[in-house]
């Protein structure tokens, strides 16, 4: 009995220190001077902090209703936490609570982060892998939860932490779902999400190159942090843009979801089924996400549906800055260098085509000085130029050697979100064309290749499924196959596939806008027999116009986008057939893995030198975890990997070896 008190007062010790760990303020008196320093000396490594008024009139108006604000940032730069405080300070909107990982919580910083509202959290809630911290988890719960009934703002990164790729990672719900709780229980009326995202124009926190080779990440030190601060007071960044979406209510949002069916991309293949026979892996979910039954699912599933619908508003409100698109261009269409006169001409049609997807850009001025521009601040390191008298034009180089590429490719992932189905539908008509890349680079004139608009649709879904991790590929309640269907018409109006009725010129047809409504009306009916779904289109063909030129150089671009990412799961899945025979450690698989992929790089066996990166091998083997290809579980002090005994694993990764390597040859 005499032990029990002593465990008692140790344990509210213990949660009396995590709560001063946690407990901050917001001071506006700080957040004043805070705001006057940083307007003061932002100009010394930025040029600009460029924010869109008309969106934060619109902020403004919603904090106004007495409901918590929930801003969401996508995380870029530790420069964040300060910016969105700052911003809103500017715009004389109350400062929010900041949740910050306890990497932040350095000498210095952490006072300064405490002031202007931050307050630390374990990155990691559970110290044990194998058991959750029920305690830290209640009262982590219980603050935020607080704070939310008192009509405090919050702010926290969605991702849980900074992208290394450029490309924005698979949102985590934990902290979004004690607002979503708070809600359920009647802690608050309402509360209002406002998804924010940043576009640096220079990376600030230094490149993640060599996280990116397989080596540890760099602890956060005071030291370290205060020697990255004189480097930056030393160098150019450029602009940076925040933009921020409309806030929406989060009641609205979970009154609409008891009754909209939501469609899952992440949902594993059930054992004993062939990715093939599935529905293309991916199952047309089509519960609610509220009901009475199974609470807590349908909390999770809720959760997640919210996450992704904000992932994916701030990935299409995101302006990519002309670092981005010149990264972007050199990876896609310019590997082997270009010429600055077709350069500024694809600079033009790059901003018309993601003007198309209603997508903004960062920056104005002539093409040329932004190319000049954009490559300055890259660096020669990265983006190398050269005058050709011969030719009275200059050339630029992209640097696609290790590890300089993995920076290269950062910029350039900023700008891939836009074009990823595109990417996807691309390569899904190359598998169903025979086509490959070597065919692209090359004249097909007169050779004819069709494609089978139910077999595009069926490996496009299956691709989606395979590589689920790198993407949100559409909001929530969004069928993808429907949304590939109206994608793949489009491709029809940009004459990159042709009907049997438009190549025969048949009078009988419809008319082509006339045909394109008709299918966007077929596509949109609710059909209940299965058989009878889609059954307008089902056996339809196109024509793939690879006998013109510039159609064969779109699709290249298109296929190119998704290649390295492709390239980085066809290895993860042909070596996890050579090496798990049997279960080993996780770290060792990954290590040996590391090694192999940047091997093939070095012998020139790679198409892709950035497909070799370490981020992109572990979101590939996620996801074979994800489709219960592989598995994985705690042992002594060790994770264990192997492949899965409850479907056929080894025939399935042969598959997806062979599916994405067809495209690719």
Known sequence: MDAFPKQVALLEKSCANTMNMMKASVSSFFIKITAWFLTKYLSKFLRSV????????????????????????????????????????????????????????????????????????????????????IVYRALLHEYMTKLLSEGEGLEFFIEGGRTRTGKSMIPKGGLLSVVVEA???????????VPVTFSYEKIIDGNYCQEQMGLPKIKETFMGAVKAIFKVFFNTYGSVRVDFAQPF?????????????????????????????????????????????????????????????????SDHCTAPMATHLIAFLLLTKYREGVYMRELTKSVHWIIRELQALRADVGFCGQSEDVILYAQELLGKHLVSKKWLEEDNDMKLYPNLTLPSVFELSYYANAVSTYFALESVLAVSILINGNLSLFHLLTSTTGVEKKV???????????ICTIIHNEFIFLPPCENLNSVLSILLESFVSKEILSTEESAMGDELAFAGKDRRWADRLALSLDVDEEENEGSYVADQY???N???????????????????????????????????????????????????????VKAGLALFSESCAMIGLKSAVKSLQDLEILYSYDGANLRMLGLSEQQDSRTTLEHYTNLLETALS
Not at 79 to 86: E, G, P, Q
Not at 452 to 462: D, F, S, W
């Open 452 to 462: 089978l608009r139910e077999k595009v649709l069926e490996v496009a879904e299956e």
């Open 249 to 313: 209510s989060l009641k609205e949002f979970i009154t609409h979801a008891k009754t909209l069916p939501y469609h899952p991309i992440t949902l594993p293949t059930p054992p004993g089924r062939h990715s093939l026979d599935y529905g293309a892996s991916y199952p047309n979910f089509s519960s609610t996400l509220l009901s009475t039954n199974g609470e807590a699912e349908n909390t999770r599933l809720l959760v997640k549906a919210l996450a992704d619908r904000v992932v994916y508003t």
């Open 546 to 600: 690879t006998e013109r030129s510039d159609i064969r150089e779109r699709l290249h671009f298109l296929v190119c986008i998704l290649g390295p990412t492709l390239e980085a799961h066809s290895m993860v899945a042909k070596f996890a057939l050579e090496e798990l025979e049997a279960e080993q450690p996780e770290e060792d698989f990954m290590k040996s893995l590391g090694d192999y992929a940047r091997e093939k």
């Open 542 to 544: 196109y024509q793939v």
């Open 183 to 193: 809600f359920n229980e009647n802690e608050i009326s309402d509360a209002y999400i």
């Open 50 to 133: 460029q924010v869109c008024r008309g969106q934060m009139m619109m902020v403004k108006e919603a904090s106004k209703r007495n409901v918590p604000m929930i801003y969401l940032p996508l995380h870029r730069s530790h420069l964040d936490y300060i910016l969105v405080t700052l911003i809103l300070w500017h715009y004389d909107i109350r400062a929010p609570f900041v949740a910050a990982g306890d990497n932040m919580n350095i000498p210095f910083f952490n006072l300064l982060m405490r002031w202007l509202g931050g307050f630390f959290i374990r990155r990691r809630l559970d110290s044990n892998r194998n058991k959750k911290d």
